[in-house]
């Protein structure tokens, strides 16, 4: 069983920090991509911010400049450090990543259970 704990969410106010860590745990063999996602109320869940096991990266336009994805493959950990936040950056905050429990399996897509961030004076 494999489960993916996301923590660091909270309010903060306009131009404030956070910093979100999402722990994978269980049987875990490897670990490919891990990313995370966001959905605001009544929109869809968007791409903010992935990075590949060789820690490449990629963000969002709205994200980039102000969000740092990194991660700690010893620790099966994936942050996003968040500067600058706006209003509009409110939203579930959710972790993704492929991983494979076993020698010779494929690599499955497991999901968090989201932690809220609201950026609010």
């Known amino acids: 069983q494999v489960q993916l704990v996301e923590s660091g969410g909270g309010l903060v106010q306009p131009g404030g920090s956070l910093r979100l860590s999402c722990v994978a745990s269980?049987?875990?063999?490897?670990?490919?991509?891990m990313s995370w996602y966001r959905q605001a109320p009544g929109k869809q869940r968007e791409l903010v911010a992935a990075?590949?096991?060789?820690?490449?990266?990629k963000y969002a336009d709205s994200v980039k400049g102000r969000f740092t994805i990194s991660r700690d493959n010893a620790r099966n950990t994936v942050y996003l450090q968040m500067n600058t936040l706006k209003p509009e950056d409110t939203a579930v905050y959710y972790c993704?990543?492929?991983?494979?429990?076993?020698?010779?399996?494929?690599?499955?897509?497991?999901w968090g259970q989201g932690t809220q961030v609201t950026v609010s004076s």
């Open positions: 993704n990543a492929d991983i494979k429990v076993r020698v010779g399996a494929v690599f499955s897509n497991y």
């Open positions: 269980g049987s875990i063999f490897s670990i490919t991509g």
């Open positions: 990075i590949t096991s060789g820690s490449s990266t």
